[in-house]
């Protein structure tokens, strides 16, 4: 029996080495699938604590959405929706060069939303964002879409 624990905790450490580092674009792309499974679970909460303080999004070259102004959108959207879904794909980001507190991430994202199974409406963007690390936390400062 002690072998078996023994083997088990062997096994757990090799794979634990054999992870891929957490790097920054690794923490990034985390961030956006935790933001997505937020959006697809009906956490606005969950979904907001990726956004920066002075976080500014909205369509492109519009920029007039704040981070309250985020919030009040995904409460409406979730009170018009029973079920909303989000899938996330083609996902690339781009560290700053020149700054390594800054990075850049673009992405196709399917939303979709509706009452019962079947979506009442549905919508493809495509999707730009900018990204800083603050304190060691990625934060989305500025989201575009079209």
């Not at 634990?16 to 674009?25: H, I, K, L, N, R």
């Not at 956490?43 to 990726?50: Q, R, V």
């Not at 002075?54 to 492109?60: A, C, E, L, R, T």
Request: glycine share 8%.
């Amino acid at each position: 029996m002690k072998q078996c624990i023994y083997c088990l905790m062997i096994f757990v450490t090799l794979l634990t080495g054999c992870s891929e580092p957490v790097g920054p674009e690794s923490q990034i792309r985390a961030n956006i699938i935790a933001m997505e499974d937020a959006l697809s679970e009906r956490s606005p909460g969950d979904f907001l604590e990726h956004l920066s303080a002075s976080f500014i999004g909205g369509k492109q070259n519009r920029g007039d959405l704040t981070r309250e102004d985020a919030k009040r959108l995904l409460g409406v959207y979730f009170l018009r929706y029973r079920n909303v879904d989000v899938l996330v794909s083609q996902v690339n980001v781009e560290l700053d060069p020149y700054e390594e507190a800054l990075a850049t991430s673009s992405a196709t994202v399917a939303l979709a939303g509706g009452r019962g199974l079947i979506p009442d409406s549905a919508r493809l963007y495509q999707v730009s964002g900018q990204w800083q690390n603050f304190d060691g936390t990625w934060k989305l400062t500025r989201l575009n879409w079209e």
